[in-house]
T-cell receptor, first 117, second 110 residues
Framework: GAVVSQHPSRVICKSGTSVKIECRSL??????MFWYRQFPKQSLMLMAT?????????EQGVEKDKFLINHASLTLSTLTVTSAHPEDSSFYIC?????????????FGPGTRLLVL | SQQGEEDPQALSIQEGENATMNCSYK?????LQWYRQNSGRGLVHLIL?????REKHSGRLRVTLDTSKKSSSLLITASRAADTASYFC??????????FGKGTLLTVNP
């Protein structure tokens, strides 16, 4: 089956630093990757849609300068949380859509837990 | 908003019993998907049902979709302790975006 990995799985950082999270599709090419965040016991909220070779599309209310997304290849997208603050602490999950046409299913990574002190 | 809304928010049953979770949404959809999430982990895709389908089966899972009522249900038969997890419905639009509901926390007691 399709596998998506995320790295790191857990990160603790100081307030004001930047954190990069990688999302990789391991056995398929992903034209589109999605980034979500999830607060404890809440649902997933879509942050942005990342398309290979083009700028990411951000959802309303998500600061593009704070959450930098780069989708440099068909198997890798990165999310950089810049100048992180404690309120950015959350569970960040990526998903990837198979490049094969008509695939509505998204394959999710295992998530990255970010704690900003 | 297309957001799905699951009910109940929490469900506790005994092993062997069936578990039914419901999802309602507000606008037209291309498809509706159900996912499972174990605590602190990523999501696992369970089943996708398209807007022109009414029922779908996969192992012990049965999903129904009623587009006239804008609702879907997920039935897990003969539940096991290992089925304990949060279950989310997600509505899929024409742009492949998914909008998730708040989830149902299912606890299956051995």
């Amino acid at each position: 089956g399709a596998v998506v990995s995320q790295h790191p799985s857990r990160v603790i950082c100081k307030s004001g630093t930047s954190v990069k999270i990688e999302c990789r599709s391991l056995d398929f090419q992903a034209t589109t990757m999605f980034w979500y965040r999830q607060f404890p016991k809440q649902s997933l909220m879509l942050m942005a849609t990342s398309n290979e070779g083009s700028k990411a599309t951000y959802e309303q209310g998500v600061e593009k300068d704070k959450f930098l997304i780069n989708h440099a290849s068909l198997t890798l997208s990165t999310l950089t949380v810049t100048s992180a603050h404690p309120e950015d602490s959350s569970f960040y999950i990526c998903s990837a859509r198979d490049r094969t046409g008509g695939q509505e299913t998204q394959y999710f990574g295992p998530g990255t837990r970010l704690l900003v002190l | 908003s297309q957001q799905g809304e699951e009910d109940p928010q929490a469900l506790s049953i005994q092993e062997g019993e069936n578990a039914t979770m419901n999802c309602s949404y507000k606008t037209s959809i291309n498809n509706l998907q159900w996912y499972r999430q174990n605590s602190g982990r990523g999501l696992v895709h369970l089943i996708l049902i398209r807007s022109n389908e009414r029922e779908k089966h996969s192992g012990r899972l049965r999903v129904t979709l009623d587009t006239s009522k804008k609702s879907s249900s997920l039935l897990i038969t003969a539940s096991r302790a290992a089925d304990t997890a949060s279950y989310f419905c997600a509505v899929g639009g024409s742009n492949y975006k998914l909008t998730f509901g708040k989830g149902t926390l299912l606890t299956v007691n051995p």
